[in-house]
């Protein structure tokens, strides 16, 4: 196979799983993942492809998610990582809420260790992680069910958390903006979201490194209204500054 035939191959398998590994890569064309890896890099270079850590991803679209099953393997060890530390900042007997994302998903699996949690969330696969837990108390909010990604939006879910004030709300994005913005893609999620950040003490925000390179459209808020942000890599300059300047703790997952 010519690189060329290689080349389009790859197109192909991106476009149709929507993420790659390197290591997928190189077993199915029987070469090294440094072959890959340069591949990837001219595939990028000419933007056919993204880069992401360990394989390589769809084109992104400002207006329009990555499938919710693309984003479970994206970075996954880098979300363990930071899933497991910010876990560790979560006292027993704490109250919390854990919003829609695959980062807060493995929060979720990483508190299992924990005792005495009150948890609302407006993500199903989160409460299923959490359900067995007998000495948890985890109250599911209302609205209407995402079937894409067992998320849980509307008014009515919005209505619901404004009726609760708790210790730490857990979220995640889809994009940090160099300005601090937080942006997302889909307005009612954002909605319940904000609705989080108002009624939390401290906000915990999990985002790995690709969330400083995406794009969205829908503005959540600023990184000033958080008390913390896990990650795995630096986060840009202007982003360091704006941690410093409003005196949010930064922490490092590599």
Request: aromatic residues 6%; charged residues 20%.
């Amino acid at each position: 196979m010519t690189q060329q035939e290689r080349h389009g191959t790859i197109i192909d398998m991106v476009k149709r799983q929507g993420y790659a590994t390197i290591e997928q890569l190189a077993h199915h064309f029987n070469v090294t993942p440094q072959t890959i890896r340069r591949d990837l890099k001219v595939l990028a270079d000419e933007q056919l492809i993204r880069r992401v850590h360990g394989g390589a991803g769809q084109l992104e679209s400002s207006t329009v998610n990555t499938a919710y099953s693309t984003r479970k393997l994206i970075n996954h060890d880098a979300k363990a990582r930071i899933a497991r530390a910010l876990a560790e900042q979560i006292p027993d007997q704490s109250s919390l809420f854990i919003n829609i994302g695959t980062s807060t998903e493995l929060v979720a699996e990483a508190l299992l260790n924990h005792h005495g949690l009150e948890v609302i969330t407006n993500n199903l696969n989160v409460a299923a992680t959490l359900q067995h837990r007998e000495d948890f108390n985890v109250i599911v909010a209302g609205g209407s069910v995402r079937s894409r990604d067992g998320g849980i939006i509307g008014e009515a879910t919005v209505d619901f958390i404004n009726q609760f004030k708790v210790d730490f709300g857990i979220i995640g994005i889809s994009s940090i903006d160099e300005d601090g913005a937080l942006l997302d893609f889909d307005y009612q999620e954002v909605r319940v979201a904000q609705a989080i950040i108002s009624n939390s003490r401290r906000v915990f925000l999990a985002a790995d490194h690709s969330k400083f390179a995406r794009n969205a459209v829908v503005r959540l808020g600023h990184l000033r209204q958080i008390h913390g942000l896990f990650t795995d890599q630096e986060p840009p300059a202007g982003i360091r500054r704006l941690l410093h300047e409003h005196g949010i703790t930064l922490s490092i997952c590599p």
